[in-house]
């Protein structure tokens, strides 16, 4: 299939695009700039310019693939006005052509779990800063009806590669000698290796039947400040961490600090069982341990 992919150059995106060309997919990656198209095509793959920011362009570059991925996702406070336009831009340029399109949204739409794992039944519960994906992915889900096949990912915290939020807390031990953690560190993250979501990306891309959903989660979850430990550890700190009470972080990261304090637990079981997927790289904190291997 020639599939289009947002976000080609991102932690996510990135990862998939490799695992879809890998696997034997043409992949077009929509790109903003000229830096980020030169980047794309140095490695064999196409690029299109396109902006979530502007609808049309995403609209015009879903028509000419077999498949989307919608992998990219804003950071700033537009995410919801431009993650919304740009999913509504791909839908409608999808409609009645039965193509797939697989839509990134994320275990944050549980909100806090409690100690029994959210599954794709569980309600939802979203975190504010993401409270409009809950409306959205019901709008993806009934594109179904106008003969798209969506499929929807709810990603756990994602790491690997030296990227993802986690990187966070090793940049804060580099700069100030102890990783910070918000809150009191005593929630737990759910995580996933970005190689192992791009399998699961993969799998649903070619094999999931259409309003699927998926969580891409794997192993246990894991208290934040045990990941801050390994952070500091990995940053040469030795272990150092400092709280970074939640009302202080909401000053400098507004909505994302709540984000990072939910305490979450969430069970990719179904994706295993229903797709064969079978994530195997190791945890989160073996990733950050093996950066100061690196290093050392």
Known sequence: MRVLVTGATGLIGGAVTRRLAAAGHSVV??????????????????????????????????QGVDAVVHAASPSDQNMATYDVAATRAIIDALRGTSKRFVYTSGCLVYGPT??????????????ELVQFRQALEAEILGAVADSVHPVVIRPAWVYGNRSGTAMMMY?????????RY???????????????LADLYLLALEKASAASIFNGAHGPA???VEIARAASEAAGTEGRVAEWPLDEARQALWGFADA????QLVSGELAERKLGWNPSRHSIIDELRSYAAVAA
Do not use: F
Not at 36 to 60: E, F, I, N, R, W
Not at 114 to 127: I, K, N, Q, R
Not at 188 to 195: F, I, K, M
């Open 222 to 224: 894991i208290p934040l």
């Open 114 to 127: 409690g100690d029994t794992p959210a599954t794709e039944d569980s309600p939802l519960h979203p975190v």
């Open 171 to 179: 940049d804060a031990a580099k700069e100030h000698g102890a990783a």
């Open 260 to 263: 990072i304090a939910c305490d």
């Open 29 to 62: 990656g929509l790109v903003r700039s000229d830096a980020s198209a030169a980047k794309l095509t140095d490695l064999g793959y196409q690029a299109m310019h396109g902006d979530l920011a502007d609808p049309a362009s995403v609209a015009s570059a879903a």
């Open 182 to 196: 918000v809150g009191d560190g005593q929630n737990r993250w759910t995580t996933v290796h970005t190689d192992d």
